[in-house]
């Protein structure tokens, strides 16, 4: 679907009727996405774009009417088509985000392009503006590279998305990703020295990927530490840690508290294996270097002690 400017404005208008951009086309709004009391959700009238900064995610006009009211690609386009008066016809994916990866300069080596429906694709520049659709030779690289080389504890997500999520925490952090022909070792010996700790998404590939990531640094980091995030349900990531910290707390924290919630959990004492309730985690007991962590957290913000996961 080839949206023009006028539809662009027209879309996100039927949903912000009070919106004023600003003389670039974008706008701030309170993102409906999360619970949201200062805007932090641009949205460009004039590209049809939308990206939450406090880590719901971005993308086109189709990927905000299907993250808004669910149901599919090509219902979210029949939406889109009532609202601005379209026809239906040639709704196609769109790109929802793309990723950067650059070297430790900042200067950009590929990008993995993210797409609605969800889908994924690497591209890296082919030097005359477009790009080759294949890494090819390229550098492989750890996601978010100037930020892990400078930081003493990384931690270690399973994608984009949530290392974005702890970035806006003010938390370094990096993936390796699953980019074709990488070697660990390679990205292993990015994180030498440094204290890792390891955030698996709440799923067995999630598990399966950090016992990877572990064996790999074995040796080579100064201190490694597997962290069962509480709260998830199955399949659940760090993104989605971050997004239901908020709603648990009596009132919004700052940034500063929201750090302090990750790093306790990153801090904690090592509690062993609960028996009662067995995790598929992996541990190392013989080296000691890995340890999953299940225990009831309790959080100090300033004056108060708040218990935000009970029965974990």
């Not at 990750?262 to 190392?284: F, I, M």
Request: aromatic residues 8%.
């Amino acid at each position: 679907m080839n949206l023009t400017e006028r539809d662009c404005r027209k879309y996100f208008e039927h949903y912000f009727p009070n919106v004023r951009p600003r003389e670039n086309g974008e706008a701030s709004i309170r993102c409906p996405f999360h619970a949201d009391k200062n805007p932090s959700c641009t949205i460009s009238l004039t590209k049809g774009q939308w990206y939450c900064h406090a880590g719901c995610g971005g993308g086109g006009i189709i990927a905000f009417e299907l993250r808004k009211n669910g149901g599919s690609w090509e219902e979210a386009g029949e939406r889109v088509a009532k609202i601005i008066g379209h026809s239906v016809k040639g709704v196609a994916r769109e790109i929802a985000t793309v990723y950067p990866w650059t070297d430790e300069e900042g200067k950009l080596l590929y990008e993995h392009v993210r797409y609605v429906p969800k889908d994924f694709r690497w591209r890296r520049p082919n030097g005359n503006g477009g790009y080759v659709w294949s890494l090819g030779k390229v550098q492989r690289v750890l996601f978010n590279l100037p930020e892990v080389v400078k930081a003493e504890r990384v931690f270690l997500c399973e994608g984009e998305k949530d290392v974005e999520a702890l970035q806006a925490l003010g938390l370094p952090a990096t993936t390796s990703g699953d980019a074709p022909n990488s070697r660990r070792d390679e990205f292993a010996e990015c994180l030498r020295g440094k204290d890792v700790v390891a955030l698996p998404d709440n799923d067995a590939p999630g598990c399966e990927l950090m016992e990877r990531a572990a064996r790999s640094l074995h040796g080579v980091a100064r201190s490694l530490k597997v962290v069962a995030l509480p709260g998830l349900a199955d399949n659940e990531d760090v993104s989605d840690f971050c997004r239901i910290i908020v709603p648990q707390l009596a009132r919004r924290p700052t940034q500063g508290e929201l750090q302090n919630i990750v790093r306790h959990l990153a801090l904690s004492k090592d509690v062993g294996r609960d028996n009662k309730r067995k995790s598929s985690l992996l541990t190392l007991p013989d080296s000691g270097l890995v340890v999953t962590i299940r225990e009831k957290f309790c959080v100090v913000i300033p004056e108060k002690v708040l218990p935000l996961w009970q029965g974990c």
